[in-house]
């Protein structure tokens, strides 16, 4: 089985550290222990050639397309989320999204879009809407 997160790595060599990153890492290490074919697609850089990250490297979008199971941590790249749309393309994946970071921003936000008192997308409305019914969310 293969499977493919979704986020944002931080280069090697550089200082930046993101609990979401180093959670997706840490699901990727487990899952590939167990063994599933289990990959990194850096969600904003459309050519991730050479990007790494200690053990692991970043693979091209392209391997989106031959994995069961998309787990999207933070978003798609937007050539995939233009895939994803199709009903045909949709039934070729399981999704899988996952909210990071504290309790109380997450259910705000989703609160407060919800009762009309902020105008920008909640997580659920640009993370699950989109792609209808069989999407799985973690908290």
């Not at 487990?30 to 697609?41: A, P, Q, T, W």
Request: glycine share 6%.
């Amino acid at each position: 089985m293969k499977v493919v997160h979704f986020a944002i790595m931080s280069p090697e060599g550089t200082s930046i550290k993101s609990g979401m990153t180093e959670s997706t890492f840490d699901q990727i290490k487990y899952e590939r222990k167990e063994g599933l074919e289990s990959d990194f697609i850096d969600a904003v850089r459309p050519d991730p050639t050479g990007l790494k990250n200690g053990w692991l490297e970043a693979v091209d979008y392209h391997q989106a397309l031959l994995a069961d199971i998309w787990v999207i941590h933070s978003n798609l790249p937007s050539n995939l989320f233009e895939y994803i749309q199709k009903p045909e393309n949709r039934k070729k994946h399981k999704i899988v999204s996952i909210m990071h970071g504290p309790v109380e921003n997450m259910v705000l936000k989703e609160w407060s879009f919800l009762m009309k008192q902020i105008d920008e997308p909640s997580f659920t409305d640009t993370h699950i809407m989109p792609f209808g019914s069989g999407t799985l969310v973690l908290c």
